[in-house]
């Protein structure tokens, strides 16, 4: 252990934003080199600390600088110069092969030379091993009790190991454990509760997604996890409880997942209990809320939540009067309502881009017609509701309008085949199919005059004769005959001003009816 205290990084705590923002980026990078190299806390090189960086001056870190907080997990007993060092330069033909040093070390590459142990003498003085380059998909640590039971510091890397077979055994004088820069992907809650003595836990550098409060026999165990594919969409609430200073590192991990990638988990979990708490409000008691997505602010220096709120099946007969902030996605499918209103005139529903009302007891949309959420909305789903009319009109003048617009659903309501609207509509979703996702599947009815059955037709390939009745037909005819007449006479009149105003400019003629005018 080395009893010379590190020399303090020229960077730290709450200077680094000042540091940042009055240096260059060689300045900025610099001062992490130099931390990483000089920081030496652990009592062997095995094990290395980080930044101990506050989780409010972390997440105000743009995710360029936060890249620059990274891990040492190399374990220098296992490069391969150092091999050649002591092994003379053979590799053994990948075989496994250890070696033992004075100090009672042994290091040991691509597995366990059990026949070393097995002969007993120096090997069973064992104190301190190094398994480098582990070739396996899992290790024992059972093992570690019948070939090293004096071990004190134990050390495993290996980019094929994936787990750990069983929990470690009681090993008495085991102080500490570092497996780094493997794949392990989980590890249980007591998979190191039987170490008695275990003082430092090194799992940094793994595939590890998401971890549970560890049970220890030795309260004062320093865990560091820095460095893992933390899957944040994972409920790790836990960390923001955790008062101790046991997870030594917790400020400085990052997600990894596609939903919060680069995140600080602190900051995502913070945001995660703040919205389960807002989802205790006694308007939305029985719904779920999560937050969908952590968007990085215009700045860089923050990040603004996505939340999504989940009332499907709850019995709602109204949209709910509560929504937490910034919610952006509303499932409230399977309910009964029976009016859109709060839309309108609710702030909640501001920033309410997603929406799914699909299976109950919509009449009309109307109200929604020129209004600010129609112009601002992303999904709009309404199948299986009791439409049998929209404003076509409005609707498709509101997605010409919005520039974010994504889908919209309307199958599975009973749309009545008026000879008028029914062409309306076709038109409308033959323009827009692309935006209307369940165009194909919509249909309208028709009564049948003999016995007043419904008729389903497909709106996409209806025709006049499938809907219009012959006195519908004709005045159509009529309308839009008339309609032609009435658009040749204004084009006509455009002529004929314009023509009249060609003979004045050039002529000075007035035109004859203005001559004949008392």
Known sequence: MHNKRPRRPAIYDGHLLTFVKHHSPQRVIAPFVEL??????????????????????????????????????????????????VAGGSLHNGRPHCYFTPSNRTVCFRGIDTKRFGAGGRFNQTRQLILCDWAARSFDPLVLARLVPKLERFALTGRGLQR?????????????????????????????????????????????????????????VQVYLQGNLWNCTNDM????????????????????????????????????RVVQESCLHEEIWNCSCHVSY??????????????????????????????PGNTTVLHIAHNKLQSVDSLTTNEHYR????????????????????????????????????????????????????????????????????????????????KHESLVADSRNITCYVLNEEDGRKQYHQVLTVTPNDICRSSESNAATFYNTLSIIFASLIVLIFIKLAYDYYNYRKYGKLPWLIMKMP
């Not at 936060?66 to 091999?83: D, G, K, T, Y």
Request: aromatic share 10%; proline share 5%.
């Open 294 to 323: 952590l968007r990085l602010s215009d700045d860089g220096l923050s990040f603004d939540p996505m939340i999504m709120v989940n009332c499907s099946d709850r019995g709602f007969y109204q949209l709910p009067q509560y929504l």
């Open 164 to 220: 750990l077979a069983h929990d470690f055994p009681a090993l008495p004088f085991l102080r500490m454990v570092n497996i780094t820069g493997t794949r392990l992907n989980h590890t249980g809650v007591s998979t190191f509760y039987e170490l008695s003595q275990l003082q430092v836990l090194n799992l940094r550098g793994n595939e590890l997604e998401q971890i549970q409060p560890y049970r220890f026999r030795n309260g004062n």
């Open 351 to 430: 920033s309410v881009q997603d929406i799914y009302m699909d299976d109950n007891r919509l009449t009309s949309i109307d109200i929604l017609e020129d209004t600010i959420w129609l112009d601002n909305f992303r999904i709009l789903s309404l199948r299986g509701n009791r439409l049998n009319r929209i404003r076509v009109y409005s609707v498709e003048h509101a997605m010409e309008r919005n520039p974010g617009v994504g889908k919209i659903y309307l199958s599975n309501n009973p749309w009545r085949c008026g000879c008028r609207f029914a062409i309306r509509f076709q038109r409308f979703l033959r």
């Open 237 to 272: 609430i836990w960390l923001l409880k955790e008062q101790s200073q046991q997870y030594v590192d917790k400020p400085t991990l990052v997600c990894k997942d596609w939903k919060y990638t680069g995140r600080p988990v602190l900051t995502a979990m913070e945001y995660k």
């Open 36 to 85: 990483l190299q000089s920081i030496d806390q652990l009592p062997f090189a095995l094990c290395r600390t980080v930044l101990p960086m506050s989780p409010s001056v972390l997440a105000q870190l743009p995710l360029s600088l936060q890249n620059l907080v990274v891990e040492n997990v190399a374990i220098e007993e296992c490069s391969l110069r150092n091999h050649a060092t």
